[in-house]
């Protein structure tokens, strides 16, 4: 382990490890959090490796905890990998002022705004930082890489495939943020980590769809009951892009569902199941 690679805490769970890590990140210039839940066959053998990208407020433990996804990454021997979802304790002044923006709400976006540019750099540390460190301490197979998320983790799960379709061969998301040039949360946090509205584009997934040729099948679930649905979310504006061309997009509408974590832990098998079957053949 590299080190300045630092294991906090780890717990054995379903035959393999759950380990919560930090590391001084280069990307985001200040210390970064993220966890591991390692399978069992890891420790025999490289595995392929899934990132989920949680959502607003959210930090590295609230999937690892809730979410219920060990049992089916054992079973089909994926190795999780979940950031924090921001910087923290930057000493830039706001940070903490809103629940939507600044700590806990990086967006996955490279901000290019002062103050925010300084250490927001939340894509390229997922995108590149990270996966370059989890393969250099962690028995993975690197070119077996697949990435989903919630909400705003669900808009950059989205985004980091659309962009990179070589990079992730499989890429799925729960009640996503599908068009954030289109939606209050998306216009606060677009409007002060990117300026001018030229560049937000590319962190809309409804946008970069039309473009992307990304040509995998999309898994979505999305709750008919989420309060934010009309409002913030707006999934048919995705589906109605990947219809344009032809992109696969598995979009389920959920009765009774809303945003929450019961919400991912009712259908985390099949999303699991969805990129075990990309990343194992």
Request: negative net charge; hydrophobic residues 40%; proline residues 6%.
């Amino acid at each position: 382990m590299a080190a300045s690679l630092k294991l906090t805490s780890e717990y054995r769970c379903f035959d393999g490890t759950v380990g919560f890590y930090r590391h001084q990140s280069e990307t985001c210039n200040i210390e970064m959090r993220f966890a591991v839940y390692q399978p069992p066959q890891a420790k025999s053998q490289r595995v392929p490796v899934l990132y989920f990208l949680s959502g607003l407020t959210c930090t590295e433990e609230n999937f690892i905890v809730k979410a219920g996804a060990q049992r089916y990454a054992a079973e089909c021997g994926l190795m999780l990998v979940v950031p924090d979802t921001s910087p923290r304790n930057t000493g830039i002044a706001g940070e903490d002022d809103d629940w939507d923006f600044g700590t806990g709400a990086g967006f996955y976006v490279d901000a290019t705004e002062v103050p925010w540019r300084s250490h927001y750099q939340m894509y390229s540390y997922v995108v590149r930082e990270l996966p370059a460190l989890i393969a250099e301490n962690f028995s993975i197979q690197p070119e077996k890489q697949g990435i989903f998320g919630h909400s705003m983790g669900g808009h950059g799960a989205l985004v980091c495939a659309l962009r990179n379709p070589d990079r992730y061969q499989s890429v799925s998301a729960f009640a996503p943020i599908v068009a954030p040039m289109q939606c209050p949360w998306g216009e606060k946090a677009l409007s002060r980590y990117l300026g001018n509205r030229a560049s937000w584009r590319s962190y809309d997934a409804t946008e970069l769809v039309l473009n992307a040729n990304y040509q995998r099948p999309i898994l979505i679930d999305q709750g008919t009951a989420d309060q934010f649905l009309v409002e913030q979310l707006k999934p048919e504006l995705f589906a109605s892009a990947c219809a344009k061309v032809n992109q696969p997009v598995n979009l389920r509408m959920q009765p009774g569902y809303d945003h929450s974590y019961y919400f991912i832990a009712t259908f985390i098998e099949d999303h699991i199941r969805h990129h075990a079957a990309a990343l194992l053949n």
